[in-house]
Structures are given as structure tokens and as C-alpha cells.
């Protein structure tokens, strides 16, 4: 079973940027696609991004390409996600999900981003 925690949100101004770090600890964890999830006030949770853990292949939404970059650390077993040039519009509840098929079944606790103007 794979174990995530997210980190690295805060209240940041409109045009900063922001790393988000999602430890990954468990059995077998290089199997895993890790994606990157989002859920603003009175929205649906929507993807942002994924990464295969094994090979570094992303896929990103179209509404945040350009800006948001997935990335994996082998090392620190951490997958991060780098926000830049943030807009009020990026506030939400930012989730760290695992699958190892077509559905991710395995999240982190979340991590809050507020983005002010």
C-alpha cells in the first residue's frame, strides 16, 4: 500500500511561484503512475498532471501547460509539482494521487494553495 503526504502550499501573490513536494513511501511504488490533482471552492476535483514513476513520461492538462511542471526525485522518493507564475484562478486544495491501472485509488491528505491579486 503506497503512502502519500503532500506539502509546500501556502498563501502566496498573484505571479509567485511555488513547489509542492508529495512523499512517497510502500511496497512495490515504482509501479505507479503519480498524478497531481486540484479542487477549488464549490468546483469538481480536476487532474493537473501525472508522471510514471519508472520511466518520467508527464501529460498535463491543457489548463495548465505552460506553467505547471511535474517531476520525480529518485532519491528522496518525492514527486513535486512547480507551479509558476500563479493566478488567483490556481487556488485549491491540491491532491497527490497513485494508481497502478485506469484508477487512482491511493491520496495524500491534500495540500491548501491560496493565490491573492
Known amino acids: 500500500q503506497v503512502q502519500l503526504v503532500e506539502s509546500g502550499g501556502g498563501l502566496v501573490q498573484a505571479g509567485d511561484s511555488l513547489r509542492l513536494s508529495c512523499a512517497v513511501s510502500?511496497?512495490?511504488?515504482?509501479?505507479?503512475?503519480m498524478g497531481w490533482f486540484r479542487q477549488a471552492p464549490g468546483k469538481e476535483r480536476e487532474f493537473v498532471a501525472r508522471i510514471s514513476w519508472s520511466s518520467g513520461s508527464t501529460y498535463y492538462a491543457d489548463s495548465v501547460k505552460g506553467r505547471f511542471t511535474i517531476s520525480r526525485d529518485n532519491v528522496k522518493n518525492t514527486v513535486y509539482l512547480q507551479i509558476a507564475r500563479l493566478k488567483p484562478e490556481d487556488t485549491a486544495v491540491y491532491y497527490c494521487?497513485?494508481?497502478?491501472?485506469?484508477?487512482?485509488?491511493?491520496w495524500g491528505q491534500g495540500t491548501q494553495v491560496t493565490v491573492s491579486s
Open positions: 494521487a497513485a494508481r497502478d491501472g485506469s484508477a487512482y485509488d491511493c
Open positions: 510502500g511496497r512495490a511504488f515504482s509501479r505507479y503512475t
